[in-house]
């Protein structure tokens, strides 16, 4: 029971979050920008649950993208799962006091995801204009991405609190 409500509210945040992403963001466009709140969450997850559920958020949140998106099937569900597999090696290390390492695992997944979306989905049809993309869309993301998780990650991580003392106060009856 306790992990079905785990995972309602996973789903509920994914949702959420692209919800913000492709309705409310594009009106808060800064620089023709919006930030990737997908990553935040992925990654978000990866590092305070581990590897096993950051991948399946980041399959999930990836799949969203995939379906409702247009494309290629698959494309994004693979970036976002090695986002959420890759930020789950740092659970061993992740303290919910240190605000620090969760900004810079997040910037890290943000830079890293707009590299392989444009090797990927620009270099690779001929489009070489790296310092442009660079310029113009990924370090404007990055930095909106960034202002938007210090507000977001602090939801993200509450939720998680919450959850973490239920299940251990449900777990302590059993004891």
Same mark, same amino acid.
């Given at each position: 029971?306790?992990?079905?409500? =785990? ?18 963001? %594009? ?6 920008? #919006? %930030? ?12 305070? =649950? ?15 993208? /995939? ?15 090695? #986002? ?11 303290? /919910?006091? /240190?605000?620090?390492? %969760? ?23 001929? /489009? ?11 370090? %404007? ?27 251990? =106060? ?6």
């Amino acid at each position: 029971m306790r992990k079905l409500k =785990r995972i309602a509210i996973y789903v509920v945040m994914v949702v959420v979050c692209y919800l913000l992403e492709t309705t409310v963001f %594009p009106h808060l466009a800064l620089a023709s920008v #919006i %930030p990737n709140t997908l990553v935040i969450v992925t990654s978000s997850i990866g590092f305070m =649950r581990g590897k096993k559920e950051g991948l399946i958020t980041g399959f999930c949140c990836g799949l969203l993208k /995939d379906v409702l998106g247009g494309g290629l099937i698959g494309f994004y569900a693979f970036i976002y799962m090695m #986002i959420g597999f890759g930020n789950g090696f740092f659970k061993q290390v992740f303290y /919910d006091e /240190d605000v620090k390492l %969760p900004i810079a695992l997040i910037s890290v997944s943000e830079f890293l995801y707009s590299i392989v979306v444009y090797v990927f989905l620009f270099m690779l049809k001929s /489009d070489f204009k790296f310092g442009y993309y660079f310029g113009r869309i990924i370090m %404007p993301e990055l930095v909106y991405t960034i202002l938007v998780t210090l507000v977001l990650y602090q939801i993200l991580l509450h939720i998680n609190q919450l959850l973490e003392e239920k299940e251990k =106060r449900s777990a302590s009856k059993f004891v």
